[in-house]
């Protein structure tokens, strides 16, 4: 007797964390996606450095929990697996779509909108965006890469007016010269414009980095 497989649709309950308030005040909104094993909770502490009256910080969390180095160490998330990944993809880029729809429109009309993803959650925002061609203002791509496996080149015209960035800690041991070499060679046959962030730092997004980022922003 062969094993059948099946896929069925359900309703779950996704989790996020945020910073500041919603509302007509808002001029700079972000969206966060953090990287593999941790939580929305905790990270989107590393945003609060970058944050006044006029912020709003959106933390969502991958849909999978699992207990970090055995049955009982801390509770953690992922955001995808390779197995049924398309799937997966799917609900995430669901999640991040109503998160999308709840808050924007809850703001100042004229906010800028940043997207940010850490180590996995880089490939979590550009595959989202891929999907659903969201309207922002800044991309910032932390210590992951663009994933190789999309064709950019049809949708150059989208990306044309948005700010593009890469950033990477020197001490990062998982982005070694040899990854790195990797990562820019995707994007730069992806097409895209990125602006290359180079840090002092680990694996982690750094909180003086990000400071130091987002105030050249501001006065550029």
Same mark, same amino acid.
């Given at each position: 007797?062969?094993v059948q497989?099946?896929?069925?649709k359900?309703?779950r309950?996704a989790?996020y964390?945020?910073?500041?308030?919603p509302?007509q005040?808002?001029?700079?909104?972000w969206?966060?996606t953090?990287?593999y094993?941790?939580?929305?909770?905790t990270f989107?502490?590393r945003?609060?450095?970058?944050?006044?009256e006029?912020t709003?910080?959106?933390?969502?969390e991958?849909?999978?929990?699992?207990?970090w180095?055995?049955?009982?160490?801390?509770?953690v998330?992922?955001?995808?697996?390779?197995?049924d990944? !398309?799937?997966? @993809?799917?609900?995430?880029?669901?999640?991040?779509?109503?998160?999308?729809?709840?808050?924007?429109?809850?703001?100042?009309p004229?906010?800028?909108?940043?997207l940010?993803?850490?180590s996995?959650?880089t490939?979590?925002q550009?595959?989202? @965006?891929m999907?659903?061609?969201p309207k922002?203002d800044r991309?910032?791509?932390w210590?992951?890469?663009?994933?190789?496996?999309?064709?950019?080149?049809p949708?150059?015209?989208?990306?044309?007016?948005?700010?593009?960035?890469?950033a990477?800690?020197d001490?990062?041991? !998982?982005?070694?010269?040899?990854?790195?070499?990797?990562?820019?060679?995707?994007?730069?046959?992806?097409?895209?414009?990125?602006?290359k962030?180079?840090?002092?730092?680990e694996?982690?997004?750094?909180?003086?980095?990000?400071?130091?980022?987002w105030?050249?922003?501001?006065?550029?």
């Amino acid at each position: 007797m062969e094993v059948q497989l099946h896929s069925a649709k359900v309703t779950r309950t996704a989790h996020y964390a945020s910073l500041g308030n919603p509302g007509q005040h808002i001029r700079q909104i972000w969206f966060v996606t953090h990287g593999y094993g941790q939580l929305s909770k905790t990270f989107i502490r590393r945003f609060i450095p970058i944050c006044d009256e006029q912020t709003l910080v959106i933390a969502p969390e991958g849909l999978s929990r699992f207990y970090w180095g055995g049955f009982d160490g801390p509770i953690v998330a992922s955001w995808m697996t390779r197995e049924d990944r !398309l799937d997966e @993809i799917a609900d995430y880029a669901n999640m991040l779509d109503q998160l999308y729809a709840k808050y924007v429109p809850l703001c100042h009309p004229d906010a800028e909108i940043n997207l940010l993803g850490f180590s996995q959650g880089t490939a979590t925002q550009v595959r989202w @965006i891929m999907r659903s061609f969201p309207k922002f203002d800044r991309l910032m791509l932390w210590s992951g890469q663009l994933p190789e496996d999309l064709d950019y080149q049809p949708h150059l015209d989208y990306f044309a007016d948005k700010e593009l960035f890469y950033a990477y800690g020197d001490a990062d041991p !998982l982005i070694t010269p040899k990854r790195l070499a990797f990562m820019e060679g995707v994007i730069n046959g992806s097409g895209l414009n990125f602006t290359k962030v180079p840090f002092s730092g680990e694996h982690k997004v750094d909180k003086t980095a990000l400071s130091e980022w987002w105030s050249k922003q501001q006065t550029t």
